[in-house]
């Protein structure tokens, strides 16, 4: 007896639901991570100093997620923890591999054969690894096997050359140096580095984005692309085009603050001219694309304390801009509170891709798919970590609207985000309870990530 084609077609759907996504299903993913930019360093949140008309139109018709948080905001541990989804105090990559010439174990071309690097003024004296090692599984490795082509053009600074994107996953790599940052914006770029040797003209920002914007327009493989540009702007040191500083000047801006504006103009520029690369090749409904920063901003980040400098771990260091446009499934003028994480975008693009996140070992994020679809507030169920390793402030465990602030010293403040954005107003002494609860949460994350040795609360 022949099976009912109702049975069969439910069958069928079952198991059509278990296969990866086609290619034409899957859309391209263009991911704009920017180096220290502050939450408030764009035109549409500080309109007094900054132009980015750009960026404030894909904030505007995407969905701008409002408390979006890096784990360990500085360089590399900021990419580490993005391209592998894992928090970097569980890969221990928990300050900048600090590639200098001829300091710290490197040479002239920002090469080292010693595998790990120590910080003079760390107390804890926290040993971290030069590069990136290959044994992590990166998500352009994941989408790879889910049939995507990577491309990565600018700053890695995850390793020298045998650990550079090439050899993480990504078919393509574009203006990769061994360098955390460039000399200068202007040509030439680098010390000791054969990339962009002959370039006499272009302004930085403007190289890699002529070189993105070929990519998109030549493209023809019948596969769904990952495109990571990962600028070298808006990092120091602060030189603007000079058309724009001498713009910015005239506005009254000086010195290197004119020089900033610039920068966060040129980068603005990239932005604009990468969205209409994608209009232009006629794949704006099937691109989406993602814009991120790696730590706060080096000026003022009002209406946050703390930046890149100092006091890190507060606010206005470790929040910053996260803006994700998707054709046909987030809505214009939308905004998300969500606690969210850069750990949290591996699982994303896999399950974007089609991809099963269960494939993928101790993984510290949590897929935004949902959160992104329905514009819907995620529950985490656990709080998130902050940790770094330069000085006494190094930890932070956000839950809710709480958020501990953890010192090498046993220091220990706590403050309501929700009603003290500025983290002006320690409640420590007023809540010991929640001091406590947080710190025995600590207490137990950091014996999970194996850094309890380094502990200031245990």
């Not at 180096?35 to 018709?61: C, K, Q, T």
């Not at 002529?210 to 495109?227: A, G, H, N, R």
């Not at 991120?292 to 006091?311: A, E, I, T, V």
């Not at 709480?402 to 403040?413: D, E, F, M, P, T």
């Amino acid at each position: 007896m022949n099976p009912p084609i109702k049975l069969i077609a439910t069958a069928t759907l079952a198991l059509l639901s278990c296969l990866p996504l086609q290619a034409k299903e899957q859309p391209n993913i263009v991911l704009l991570f920017v180096d220290d930019m502050g939450w408030s360093d764009l035109g549409y949140r500080n309109p007094d100093v900054f132009e980015s008309p750009n960026i404030d139109a894909l904030a505007h018709e995407g969905l701008d997620f409002q408390q979006a948080y890096i784990p360990t905001p500085t360089c590399s541990p900021s990419r580490a923890t993005l391209v592998t989804g894992k928090h970097p105090a569980r890969i221990k990559m928990v300050r900048h591999i600090p590639t200098a010439a001829n300091k710290n174990g490197f040479d002239k071309f920002g090469r080292t054969e010693e595998p790990t690097s120590l910080w003079p003024t760390d107390p804890a004296q926290f040993p971290i690894p030069n590069w990136l090692h290959l044994e992590h599984t990166t998500y352009a490795e994941a989408l790879k096997e889910l049939g995507y082509y990577n491309l990565f053009v600018g700053k890695w600074h995850l390793g020298h050359e045998p650990y550079h994107p090439i050899h993480q996953g990504w078919d393509q790599q574009i203006g990769t140096s061994n360098w955390g940052h460039p000399k200068g914006f202007n040509p030439p770029y680098f010390v000791n580095s054969e990339v962009y040797k002959g370039e006499k003209e272009r302004y930085l920002t403007d190289k890699l984005t002529d070189e993105t914007v070929d990519f998109i327009s030549d493209y023809d493989k019948d596969q769904p692309f990952m495109l990571s540009l990962w600028y070298y702007t808006v990092h120091g040191p602060h030189d603007g085009r000079a058309d724009y500083v001498k713009h910015f000047q005239e506005k009254g801006l000086e010195g290197r603050y004119a020089h900033y504006a610039a920068m966060v103009k040129s980068l603005d520029d990239s932005v604009g001219r990468i969205r209409q690369a994608i209009t232009d090749k006629g794949i704006e409904k099937e691109t989406i694309v993602i814009f991120l920063s790696d730590q706060g901003g080096m000026f003022d980040n009002s209406p946050f304390h703390g930046g890149k400098r100092h006091d890190t771990l507060f606010e206005g260091g470790a929040r910053v801009p996260f803006v994700f446009h998707w054709p046909g499934v987030t809505k214009s003028g939308s905004e998300n509170n969500s606690v969210v994480q850069s750990t949290d975008l591996f699982p994303t693009l896999v399950e974007i891709a089609g991809g099963d996140v269960s494939k993928f070992q101790d993984l510290d994020g949590t897929s935004l798919l949902s959160t992104i679809k329905k514009n819907k507030l995620l529950k985490r169920g656990e709080p998130i970590y902050g940790y770094r390793a330069y000085e006494d402030l190094y930890a932070s465990v956000r839950e809710g609207d709480w958020k501990l602030l953890a010192y090498r010293s046993g220091k220990l403040q706590l403050f309501n985000i929700s009603q003290d954005k500025g983290e002006t107003n320690d409640l420590a002494a007023q809540h010991p309870e929640k001091v406590q609860k947080l710190t025995v949460k600590l207490i137990k994350w950091e014996n999970e990530m194996e850094v309890e040795q380094y502990s200031g609360v245990q």
